[in-house]
């Protein structure tokens, strides 16, 4: 029998044990890796966790709901596609213009978010009401959403996005690009939702047991579909601030990131299972995957080691969820 | 019950929209285009000249697109074969890896245009290209002078980012590129690819690097769509066009309207519109299975060699360096003005 204080230490450990192994790799990275240790450095792996983080939070909401949503690179891409043909003024480009011309900031993310929650709609329809696999369903989407963004552009790409969007992309506060603010915005206020209201109390709860959950009075469908909408607009979200970072849009443009989602999800401790997981845990996922491929990048190893790197880590990731478990009991 | 209605109503739905019916119009015969990505301006655009110059010749073209994918590919030249074409125009996926379907199709009696990628591993009928190793060449040829310009001598730090490292084309214009570069120790060369041939990851290259090694002279990109992720992420360190020199491959309008505003000093053009007009010139003589005589032609304006190899005739056409000065004109297919002439097929 462990004393309270040592049960205390190892739940707390356990519980954040994303973040201390993104300590130690920084420390080491810091330590061994040429050039690593600097301002610009941390800053450059904080931006480039934007998108991939954001797409994070909504791939994460679905799959702590029991879930799956492969479609988030492609709704993505998608928005950054819309975002780059209305608003680019050079390329396939419409130039579109607002007055006052700041407008065009709220609009665009408008126009991205309601294109990311139609696919999330959509999602939700074949999913929730006509009761189709979550899997097949987004996989589907994954592949009809992308060739919808060839299709939309002829395989063009539209370059050089408003500058009152741009500017996002370029101003910085604390040498961190606005961007990425509005990722750490993003994970503050969906972590509240998820914690601290009904709402991500209860699709955590459907994601332990939806039997459960509806036994008890929980609207499970209803909280299903909104899950759905909400990784759809957020990937939407993400897609806007993929077109502001690239200025513009290239038919492949997110591709790949999919996998790099799933992996800091699962990283950041959520369960494939559903009903657990932390956002926090996911964004320090997030910095984690960010910051081995910097090191890389840095170290100018082949891009191919970041592959083989990042597939064994989500292997050692499953490995201490497993070990969690363990010494969780070890401890009760 | 209303469950089964309403999938039965959603998947007629989807099918109805997925239906297409084109119409065909006579002609000489199909020719398939198997376009190796539609993901990129210089493929999307390779199927519009094609497209256009064999139908001035006579024939109509049906384009396969493989996605990037050598097995998809190689599925789709099975299924073309049983088709029967006049003809197939290949742009590989992987270079190598489609040499047994070329041999399977012209088993089949069907002749095989290799179009934009060499294949030197197997004969085909004829064979199109600027050549991805000369892109290279050309390419370090212009960093050389810009070193000089810039340097006094050719030394400096260069950034080179590729595309996809399992992608051969990319890794051909490197080689092409650092065994030009090898003569002059004194030009470090930082290679990382991005991959996916992903904008986004180009400009976390980028980023990282300008940060790393403050002091590069020059980024060289394998293609025109990475440069404007490195522009962006040049603009978000405080860098204005001019700071850093440089220069990307294929000549796509991205990558012109980058000259035209400063940023890219080159584009190494590859000749999009006359490597495909040659196909057309030389289409019935490959389909009629005639000699194609070696010798010189004018591709649409540009000298050209025509070459018999050990893979078959082989006609070079050579690449150009655009620059501020010349960035204008209509020959670049980066301009998007397909000429209007007609093609005229080699007597």
């Known amino acids: ?332 | 019950m209303n469950r089964i209605r309403r999938l039965l109503t959603a998947s007629i739905a989807i099918a109805a929209v997925g239906i297409v019916s084109p119409a065909f119009a006579q002609s000489k015969g199909k020719i398939f285009y198997m376009v190796p990505t539609l993901l990129d301006e210089f493929q999307t655009e390779s199927v519009a000249a094609i497209t256009k110059f064999m139908g001035d010749v006579g024939y109509e073209v049906v384009t396969l697109n493989a996605d990037n994918k050598t097995d998809l590919q190689q599925s789709q030249m099975n299924d073309t074969i049983l088709q029967k074409p006049a003809a197939i125009v290949l742009a590989a996926v992987d270079f190598n890896a489609l040499a047994p379907s070329i041999e399977k199709a012209r088993a089949a009696g069907i002749p095989v245009m290799i179009f934009d990628r060499q294949i030197t591993s197997t004969p085909s009928d004829l064979t199109s290209v600027a050549g991805t190793i000369e892109i290279g060449q050309v390419a370090a040829g212009e960093i050389q002078r810009l070193l000089k310009e810039k340097n006094g001598a050719v030394k400096g730090k260069i950034l080179q980012v590729l595309g996809d490292p399992a992608d051969p084309y990319t890794l051909d214009i490197q080689k092409g590129f650092e065994d030009k570069m090898k003569e002059f120790p004194d030009a470090q060369i930082i290679t990382l690819p991005a991959m996916q041939w992903e904008a986004s990851n180009a400009g976390t290259i980028v980023s990282d690097q300008m940060v790393a090694n403050p002091d590069i002279d020059l980024i060289f990109l394998h293609a025109a769509h990475l440069s404007v992720a490195a522009v962006a992420a040049l603009e978000a360190k405080g860098k204005k066009p001019g700071d850093v020199m440089m220069i990307s491959s294929n000549g796509a309008p991205v990558g012109l309207d980058l000259i035209r505003k400063g940023w890219l000093n080159v584009e190494v053009e590859q000749p999009l519109y006359a490597q495909a007009a040659a196909l057309a010139m030389f289409a019935d003589k490959v389909v009629n299975k005639q000699e194609i005589k070696p010798g010189n032609y004018s591709v649409l304006g540009l000298d050209s060699v025509l070459t018999t190899e050990s893979w078959g005739p082989n006609i070079k056409i050579p690449g150009a360096a655009i620059t501020k000065e010349n960035v204008d004109e209509p020959r670049f297919w980066g301009n998007l003005k397909a000429p209007a002439d007609k093609i005229m097929p080699v007597e």
């Not at chain 1, 479609?71 to 819309?82: F, K, N, P, Q, R």
């Not at chain 1, 480009?93 to 993310?109: A, C, D, K, Q």
């Open chain 1, 1 to 332: 029998m462990k004393s309270s204080r040592q049960r205390a230490i190892a739940e707390f450990v356990l519980d954040h044990l994303v973040w201390f192994m993104l300590a130690v790799v920084l420390i080491a990275f810091s330590l061994f890796v040429p050039n690593f240790f600097q301002i610009g450095i941390f800053a450059n792996i904080v931006e480039q966790s934007t998108f991939v983080g954001v797409m994070a939070i909504g791939l994460a909401i679905v799959i702590i709901a029991g879930h799956m949503d492969l479609s988030v690179e492609s709704t993505a891409a998608l928005a950054a596609m819309v975002t780059g043909i209305l608003f680019c003024s050079r390329g396939i480009g419409l130039g579109l213009t607002l007055t006052p011309e700041w407008l065009v900031l709220p609009v665009s993310l408008l126009i991205a978010l309601s294109v990311g929650a139609v696919i999330g709609f959509l999602n939700g329809v074949f999913t929730i009401k006509l009761g189709m696999n979550a899997f097949i369903v987004t996989l589907a989407s994954y592949i009809w959403v992308r060739g919808l963004v060839v299709a939309i552009s002829g395989g063009r790409s539209a370059q050089d996005l408003s500058p009152s969007l741009r500017v996002i992309g370029i101003e910085q506060l604390l040498f961190v690009p606005l961007i990425a603010w509005i990722a750490i915005l993003c994970y503050v206020i969906f972590s509240f939702i998820m914690g601290r209201t009904p709402f991500g109390r209860h699709v955590t709860l459907i994601g332990g047991n939806a039997v459960a959950a509806f036994r008890a009075g929980i609207k499970v469908d209803r909280l299903m579909f909104i899950a759905f909408i909400i990784a759809g607009a957020v990937a939407g979200l993400a897609g806007w601030l993929l077109a502001i970072r690239t200025s513009g849009a290239t038919a492949n443009l997110g591709t790949g990131m999919l996998f790099n989602a799933f992996a800091a999800v699962v990283i950041g401790g959520v369960s494939l299972k559903g009903g657990v997981g932390k956002l926090p845990g996911v964004y320090a996922g997030v910095l984690l995957l960010s910051s081995i491929h910097t090191a890389i990048n840095l170290m100018g190893l082949p891009a191919h080691y970041t592959q083989v790197i990042l597939g064994l880590l989500v292997l050692a990731a499953v490995l201490l969820d497993t070990l969690k478990l363990q010494i969780r009991q070890r401890f009760a």
